[in-house]
């Protein structure tokens, strides 16, 4: 058997003798240079395990990502200071579920078009597991690999406890009337929309969450009737389906669909009409299949540095976007976020539903990035963003990985409300309190 190659930068960095950050797929040097960024194969070290359908599984232990040929999919130990490697053993005796998604979608990924299941592949900023630190990066967001979505395929030893789930349940309707009352919520920033105005389609979700904040069993069959006639004309709007739906939408346009398709269904999910959780119930498909399409067309924006309004990246030099692109850099992290929070929202609420009514199934729908930090998310204005990114970390992480926030000292208050309520359901209601008692008892996980 001939030496193994210890090589793990890539063969532009090789070749200049510079140092290597090896992210995924392509370093920030040559993305920086516009140069091909190429790796040597990474050598088999052991199988992942054997399955029918499975083509990849993450090891938590080691935090390493392997495909079903036995290919390590990404190693990017390079990135890490001493103090990360620390907190990165210490998370090591960390145990994570097996999937944040794990409760939600019964449609796999071969229900969408291979193109959609074709973009999900494994990898990340850093290895599974480990923690990097992006303080003072503005474009944490925009990171090639920060377009990933992981799979896990582990089931979850148990369901989490009915109080669990009603607690979620009242989280989500409690979003939607803040959304009503106030114009933005956990999933949908007070920006997104501020610029370009409200959608038709989400302006028709807001009126069905307005009519349903008042329902009596006197009035039922009329809100009903309203909402069946918001979802048809939703539906109605989208007359394209397939790859070509999504090269005539924005991902703007993805994200208002999607958005709305999912107020609606919340809306309904849960109501106690039996004809409209019925009805609602035919359309989770549709609202997962939109879902892969949003996830899809901001990972191809993203791809072709095409998310940040009026910026393009400096093809030399260190900084790669002009010191006076703090408002389209801020815009952007808010259509990102919204897209990433929408994503993981659709995936475990419909996951949710079918779990509390004791159908849940083993497929992973993915864990994809989100930020934690609760500044970033609540800043009121792009110079308050930049404030907090110039100063703090954004705690940039997979949602599976939020114990990783725990194992840092992360207070719970320093997290934001969505990624808090998200862990509920993934970590249960007692450790989640636990996690907020111990680092100052300063905001509440119960609706």
């Known amino acids: 058997m001939g030496r193994q190659s210890k090589q793990k930068a890539c063969f532009a960095c090789v070749d200049a003798k510079r140092r290597c950050d090896r992210a995924l797929p392509f370093c920030s040097r040559c993305i920086d240079r516009g140069v091909t960024c190429t790796y040597r194969p990474a050598q088999p070290r052991r199988l992942s395990p054997g399955g029918a359908g499975i083509t990849s599984t993450l090891d938590l232990r080691s935090g390493e990502v392997w495909t079903s040929s036995g290919r390590q999919a990404g190693d990017q130990g390079g990135i890490l200071s001493a103090e990360d490697t620390r907190e990165t053993q210490d998370m090591a005796r960390i145990e994570e579920p097996a ?100 959608p038709q389609c989400m302006r028709d979700a807001y009126s069905a969450i307005a009519v349903s904040q ?64 019925a009805k609602a119930e035919t359309l989770i498909e549709t609202l997962l299949y939109w879902t892969n399409q949003l996830w899809e067309s901001a990972s191809q924006d993203a791809a072709a540095a095409l998310l940040v309004p009026g910026v393009l990246p400096l093809p030399d030099g260190e900084d790669r976007f002009p010191p006076d692109s703090t408002s389209g850099l801020y815009e952007t992290f808010v259509l990102t976020e919204s897209i990433r929070r929408t994503w993981l929202l659709c995936n475990i609420a419909t996951g949710v539903y079918y779990s509390h009514k004791g159908d849940w199934s083993s497929t992973c729908a993915g864990d994809v990035y989100i930020t934690a930090r609760a500044e970033l998310w609540d800043a009121t204005s792009s110079a308050r963003w930049e404030a907090v990114v110039r100063q703090q970390d954004p705690l940039f992480v997979y949602s599976l990985h939020g114990r990783s926030l725990v194992a840092r000292g992360v207070g719970a208050s320093e997290v934001d409300e969505f990624a808090r309520h998200l862990f509920t359901i993934m970590w249960g209601l007692d450790e989640v309190e636990d996690w907020v008692v111990r680092t100052g008892d300063t905001v509440s996980i119960m609706y």
């Not at 794990?102 to 078009?113: G, I, N, W």
């Not at 993805?254 to 109501?271: C, D, E, G, M, V």
Request: hydrophobic share 40%; net charge neutral; glycine share 6%.
């Open 99 to 198: 999937c944040s998604t794990h409760l939600v979608s019964k449609v796999s990924a071969s229900s969408f078009p291979s193109s959609v299941a074709s973009s999900c592949t494994i990898g990340g900023i850093h290895s599974a597991g480990q923690i990097a630190s992006f303080s003072g990066d503005p474009v944490w967001f925009l990171h090639p690999s920060a377009w990933t979505v992981a799979y896990h395929y582990q089931p979850p030893a148990s369901l989490p406890s009915g109080t669990v789930f009603s607690n979620f349940i009242r989280g989500l309707q409690t979003w939607l009337s803040r959304f009503h009352r106030a114009g933005h919520n956990p999933f949908i920033h007070r920006h997104l929309y501020s610029e370009t105005g409200m």
């Open 214 to 277: 008042d329902v009596t069993q006197e009035n039922e069959h009329i809100v009903d009737d309203i909402s069946s006639s918001h979802i048809s004309n939703l539906l109605a709007c989208q007359h394209t389906d397939g790859p070509l739906s999504l090269l005539l939408l924005s991902t703007r346009e993805h994200l208002a669909r999607t958005q709305a398709l999912l107020i609606h269904l919340l809306l309904a999910l849960f109501s106690p009409s039996i004809p409209r959780r």
